[in-house]
């Protein structure tokens, strides 16, 4: 019986509160559920992450996780739909969804970890 009324009183509570922050135009204030936000675990062509190299072909990434490249001539990164880091010559570079990253000149360094975060990274 208690958890039956404690449940009515939250759900009153709820509604409450959810029509007071309309009527005052501060939105929905009600709890977000466990699946409002999900990772991505990959998305579509359109939105990947691509490693273009000086002898084509490039290789393009569409699911989240880490990769490793292909180790040689790399010409540009384009993040696409993406968000993470890299691993070039060494340093970890960060990088938000539409960056590009052009390495014309040092073609003797390689990504040698490439990492899409299933979630926006922070700073982006």
Not at 19 to 33: D, E, F, I, K
Request: proline share 5%; aromatic share 12%.
């Amino acid at each position: 019986m208690k958890l039956t009324t404690h449940l009515r009183l939250r759900v009153a509570a709820v509604a409450a509160l959810t029509a007071l922050t309309t009527m005052l135009g501060l939105g929905v204030a009600t709890p977000a559920s466990a699946g409002t936000i999900t990772p991505m675990g990959c998305q579509a062509w359109s939105a990947r992450a691509e490693v273009v190299f000086l002898n084509p072909p490039s290789t393009a990434y569409t699911c989240s996780g880490t990769h490793t490249p292909r180790n040689n001539g790399v010409k540009q990164f384009r993040a696409g739909g993406w968000s993470g880091y890299f691993i070039w010559a060494g340093r970890r570079y960060n990088y938000c969804d539409g960056d590009v990253f052009d390495f014309t000149g040092d073609i003797y360094f390689a990504i040698t970890t490439l990492y899409l975060s299933p979630t926006r990274m922070s700073g982006c």
